[in-house]
Structures are given as C-alpha cells and as structure tokens.
C-alpha cells in the first residue's frame, strides 16, 4: 500500500526558509507525480506544486512561484519542498499527495484534486 509521510513542518519567522519533506513508501511503479498542497486556517486546501516522476517537470502555482522550489531524490523516494521568503499567508497544513499520472493529466476533481494518496500532512507556522 502506498504511503507518504510528511515531515519539516514547525514555526518559522517570516522570511525565514524551510524545507519539507515527503517520503513515499510502497511505491511499485516508475511514473508518478507528487503534489504539494496546503490548507491555510479555515481555508480550502490549494495546491501549490507538482513534480513528474517520469521527466522531472516541475509546476508551481502563482501564489509560491519563486520562492519555493519542488525537487526529488529517485533513490530515497523523496521529494522535497524548499520554501524561500516565507510569509505570513503561508502558514498552513502542507500535504503531499500522489497521483499515477503525470502532473499534466492530473484531472481537476473537486475535493481529491485529482490525487489518488495522501499524506497526514504537517503543520507550518510562519511567525511575524
């Protein structure tokens, strides 16, 4: 069964880096994509990132382009969250999902987002 664990997660300053991240187990196929969403405090969950397994394509939302970067480990099935400038507005739930599809045919389901796992997700606070 498929499983991934979140880790990094804590208070940070705003302005302050940090790097989450998540370790899939389970994981008996070569192509997949890892998300990166997040759940701010009585907000919906957005996603904010995605990685392809398959070529290493990254994608970003708007509101995180350039000050976090997605990246990965093949060997340690880890994929990585680093988060620049952090601010206030980031505070949130951070999930990792995985979805068996490229990040470009991730369908736009409503609720799942299209992924097929998730992790528990960890909490990051961004302090002013």
């Known amino acids: 069964e498929v499983q991934l664990v979140e880790s990094g997660g804590g208070v940070v300053q705003a302005g302050g880096s940090l790097r989450l991240s998540c370790v899939a187990s389970?994981?008996?196929?070569?192509?997949?994509?890892i998300g990166w969403f997040r759940q701010p405090p009585g907000k919906e969950r957005e996603g904010i990132s995605c990685?392809?397994?398959?070529?290493?394509?990254?994608y970003y939302a708007q509101s995180v382009k350039g000050r976090f970067t997605v990246s990965s480990d093949n060997a340690k099935n880890t994929v990585y969250l680093e988060m620049n400038n952090l601010k206030s507005e980031d505070t949130a739930v951070y999930y990792c999902?995985?979805?068996?599809?490229?990040?470009?045919?991730?369908?736009?389901?409503?609720?799942?987002?299209?992924?097929?796992?998730w992790g528990k997700g960890t909490l990051i606070t961004v302090s002013s």
């Open positions: 389970g994981v008996t196929f070569d192509d997949y994509a």
């Open positions: 990685i392809s397994s398959s070529d290493g394509s990254t």
């Open positions: 999902a995985l979805a068996l599809v490229h990040c470009t045919r991730i369908p736009p389901v409503p609720g799942s987002h299209g992924m097929d796992y």
